[in-house]
């Protein structure tokens, strides 16, 4: 019987190179925005001024000022499951490679965002290791969505699976990655909230 979290690691290993460019890419553009930030650091409040329509702050507090790290990590893990099925796994099954590009986009932004400058600078440093254990999800499905883009988009010459068998097989890759996405999601939304609803406090 297939074991979902063991073919995620063998599709890892066998695209070695490739998911180690998407990890360079991202966090690549991640340090990059940051670190213009840090320069101009009036760029973070007029991204944080741009999104503001688009991401509902005032929802996130009112979770977080719940005090309940168990109703604050499911809300959390809900956010950002679906940015992963969404907005980067299934675009990517009819746009190709849509999924990689948006991780990227979601990358440089939030190495504005999360730029440590003002007042509560120092509030973003337990918030890295909330960085780390989300972003790799995000990474993953964007490797998820590079193996559907070639899958089904970019057959190797003399392919002879119908176009239905190749999103059959890319459907069945990204699936078998999602074993790894989930769990690297929730915990992160169990530290995230952890961290905010505990931790933030000692850095502000």
């Known amino acids: 019987m ?7 690691l063998r599709f890892i290993r066998r695209h070695r190179a490739e998911f180690v460019a998407v990890n360079a ?11 213009v930030t840090l320069l101009n650091p009036e760029m973070q409040a007029a991204v944080l ?3 503001s329509g688009i991401v509902r702050t005032d929802l996130a507090a009112h979770v977080y000022l719940s005090g309940n790290v168990v109703y604050a990590a499911s809300a959390t893990l809900a956010v950002n499951l ?3 099925v969404l907005l980067i796994t299934i675009p990517s099954l009819f746009i190709p490679f849509f999924g990689v590009v948006f991780a ?9 965002t999360l730029a440590p400058v003002g007042p509560y600078a120092a509030a973003v440093i337990p918030h890295f290791v909330t960085v780390l254990i989300e972003f790799q999800a995000y990474i993953v499905a964007a490797f998820g969505a590079y193996l559907a883009g070639r899958t089904i988009f970019l057959p ?9 068998k190749r999103y ?4 069945a ?3 078998a990655l999602y074993a790894l996405v989930i769990p690297l999601l929730l915990s992160g939304a169990v530290y995230e909230d952890f961290e905010i609803i505990y931790l933030v406090r000692y850095f502000i």
């Not at 990227?104 to 504005?112: D, E, N, R």
Request: a neutral charge.
């Open 156 to 164: 190797v010459a003399g392919e002879k699976r119908s176009v239905g």
């Open 168 to 171: 059959t097989a890319a459907a």
């Open 82 to 84: 679906g940015i992963a």
């Open 49 to 51: 001024d741009a999104i």
């Open 173 to 175: 890759h990204v699936l």
């Open 25 to 35: 890419a991202f966090f690549g553009l991640f340090t990059a925005t940051m670190t």
């Open 2 to 8: 297939s074991n979902p979290l063991r073919d995620a």
């Open 104 to 112: 990227m986009v979601f990358a440089a932004t939030y190495g504005v």
